[in-house]
């Protein structure tokens, strides 16, 4: 696989920005030689970031921001530049408007930019809200799946895949990986809420709790994307990332309740049960507000957790080799002992 001479990584500070940027910069599978070039928006937290990551600062939705800051990357004939997009935005705080000026308008900067740059390959991460949820518990997403967009998000996130197979008509080579839930280090302060509320025992599980989630420890997710940006595919290609097997919500909960133990906290047993119903309610209210342009994110979240969102992997381990190295466990234990390792109060 050849590296490219400049990686650009939007929404390098984010969750997964900062987590590939380190890959690119520290593990022995994936470290460059090239210049790694993080954009990340005005204002925004680096300290984080690994010093061998250039920081240019950009808001993609302003689309001569980006495209000043993808200047002096123009590929020439003895270089070369791929795009790794991670910018997004998934609870926003503006309303519920966010959703399509950073998802779906963001993404149309960014792809401009590309172009003029002439980019190698554009990697897009998306989501599995343009398709919303599993009709049945048994059911698993594949690679034909028809577009069901799941509320704002789900839509921005959809009108963002279509801007890049647009631009793929258009002739730029860019591909798309299709990620559910993802965990692991670097998180936000809602992925530490989840863990507090699994270690009090308050963690709400709806009906049986046998709803199936896939989910994605990052270091899977990191794999895939940049296997995505080095194996050659046809332009236009989409991919489902993820551990090798969803888990229903009741073994996630159970999980991280043993990866805490395992890692030295005490747990309460979880006996925090909500009938299925009181996610079907908070859907409703979910959709009412959003209808409104607004956003509660507990409403959303609790909105979701009666349903099953499952994908199946198999055209990413045929097309790119794709094998995921971490599962439900192991991530957690990894993720707890990054929170304590930063002072993160569990």
């Known amino acids: 696989m050849t590296t490219p001479d400049v990686t650009i990584v939007t929404g390098a500070a984010g969750w997964l920005g900062t987590g590939l940027v380190h890959a690119l910069v520290e593990s022995p599978r994936w470290q460059r030689s090239g210049t790694i070039l993080g954009v990340v928006r005005p204002g925004e937290d680096v300290s984080h970031l690994p ?19 993808f200047a002096g990357h123009q590929a020439a004939s003895d270089g070369s530049v791929d795009v790794i997009h991670t910018a997004g935005v998934i609870h926003p705080t503006r309303g519920v408007a966010e959703f399509d000026e950073v998802n779906h308008l963001g993404t149309r900067n960014v792809l401009a930019a590309a172009r003029s740059i002439g980019a190698r390959r554009v990697v897009h991460v998306s989501s599995n809200s343009p398709f919303g949820t599993n009709g049945a518990r048994n059911d698993v997403f594949r690679n034909d799946e028809p577009y069901h967009p799941y509320l704002g998000y789900g839509r921005s996130k959809k009108d963002a895949e279509l801007a890049v197979l647009r631009a793929v008509d258009e002739g730029l080579d860019a591909v798309i990986v299709r990620p559910p839930w993802f965990y692991g280090p670097h998180q936000p302060a809602r992925q530490t809420t989840f863990f507090t509320m699994v270690r009090s025992g308050r963690f709400p599980i709806l009906g049986d709790g046998g709803q199936r989630r896939s989910m994605t420890y990052i270091d899977n997710l990191v794999q895939g994307i940049l296997l995505a940006e080095l194996t050659p595919t046809e332009p236009g290609c989409a991919w489902w990332i993820a551990d090798a097997e ?10 991280v309740g043993r990866a805490l133990v395992a890692e030295g906290f005490e747990v309460k047993a979880n006996r925090f049960r909500l009938p299925e119903f009181a996610g079907t309610v908070a859907e409703k209210i979910d959709t009412v507000l959003q209808a409104r342009g607004r956003y509660h994110q507990q409403f959303h979240v609790l909105g979701e957790m009666n349903k099953t969102i499952a994908v199946d992997i198999s055209a990413a381990r045929r097309d790119l080799g794709y094998e995921p190295e971490f599962e439900l466990f192991e991530g957690m234990r990894r993720s707890i002992r990054w929170c304590v390792e930063q002072g993160i109060e569990l």
């Open 246 to 255: 969803p888990y229903t919500v009741r073994e996630i909960v159970d999980t």
């Open 51 to 69: 010093d061998a990551v250039q920081i240019v600062r950009a808001d993609v939705t302003d689309p001569q921001q980006v495209r000043d800051a």
